[in-house]
């Protein structure tokens, strides 16, 4: 189970943080990602993390605006966004994946989804 928080409105230029609260055994041994959905638009990949946190993956439309970082003790994983754009505007999801190495991008290995968390860049 993975349940995401810290989604808001926020106004273009800003800052938010959003936090993936994971249950249940063996976290570092999943892969963890946050995902995003505009309206009308497919679900797409923003960031991943391997178990151990040792690699990362971002997509380029928010690489040096987004950071992603876990704690296997905790089971959290935060994505940090910065210099938000209206573009940003999306629900966010995390998503679990049972994966060793580099960890997948693609949203049919991720078996375990949040909720979703709504974000609002305001123009």
């Known amino acids: 189970l993975v349940v995401e928080s810290g989604g808001g409105l926020v106004q273009t230029g800003g800052s938010l943080t959003l936090s993936c609260a994971a249950s249940?055994?063996?976290?570092?041994?999943?892969?963890m990602g946050w995902f995003r959905q505009a309206p009308g638009k497919e679900r797409e990949v923003v960031v991943v993390?391997?178990?151990?946190?040792?690699?990362?993956r971002y997509v380029e439309s928010v690489k040096g605006r987004c950071t992603i970082s876990r704690d296997n003790v905790k089971k959290t994983v935060a994505l940090q966004l910065t210099s938000l754009k209206p573009e940003d505007t999306a629900v966010y999801y995390c998503?679990?994946?049972?994966?060793?190495?580099?960890?997948?991008?693609?949203?049919?290995?991720?078996?375990?989804w949040g909720q979703g968390t709504q974000v609002t860049v305001s123009s």
């Open positions: 998503a679990a994946a049972r994966w060793s190495g580099v960890p997948p991008t693609a949203t049919r290995e991720y078996g375990y």
């Open positions: 993390i391997s178990g151990t946190g040792g690699m990362t």
């Open positions: 249940g055994r063996a976290f570092s041994s999943y892969a």
